[in-house]
């Protein structure tokens, strides 16, 4: 049974860090990439940040580019998303995901909530 479970979300002030994580488990994880995704209040979910499953390629949605960073351990199937620089505009909950061919594998968590507001 495919399990995704993200933490390390909370609240924080403009300009703060956090640090996700998603432990994952039930497929084999060093074969997909892994991507982070948010959704806010009102709006779909958007993809913001992918990692390929064995090398260093990453992408990143423009709006966080220069201030997160993903990353992953395929030894303990986890993905992390460092998060510098936080806005209110960041405020969501954060999911991740495997990714083949441009598309989510996998149902989704529960997600973590992020916070950003003074």
């Known amino acids: 049974q495919v399990q995704l479970v993200e933490s390390g979300g909370g609240l924080v002030q403009p300009g703060g860090s956090l640090r996700l994580s998603c432990a994952a488990s039930?497929?084999?994880?060093?074969?997909?990439?892994m991507a982070w995704y948010r959704q806010a209040p009102g709006k779909e979910r958007e993809l913001v940040a992918s990692?390929?499953?064995?090398?260093?390629?990453?992408s990143y949605v423009d709006s966080v580019k220069g201030r997160f960073t993903i990353s992953r351990n395929n030894a303990q199937n986890t993905v992390y998303l460092q998060m510098n620089g936080l806005k209110p505009e960041d405020t969501a909950v954060y999911y991740c995901?495997?990714?083949?061919?441009?598309?989510?594998?996998w149902g989704w968590g529960q997600g973590t909530q992020v916070t950003v507001t003074s």
């Open positions: 039930g497929f084999t994880f060093v074969n997909y990439a």
């Open positions: 990692i390929g499953n064995v090398g260093p390629l990453t």
């Open positions: 995901n495997a990714r083949l061919r441009g598309t989510t594998v």
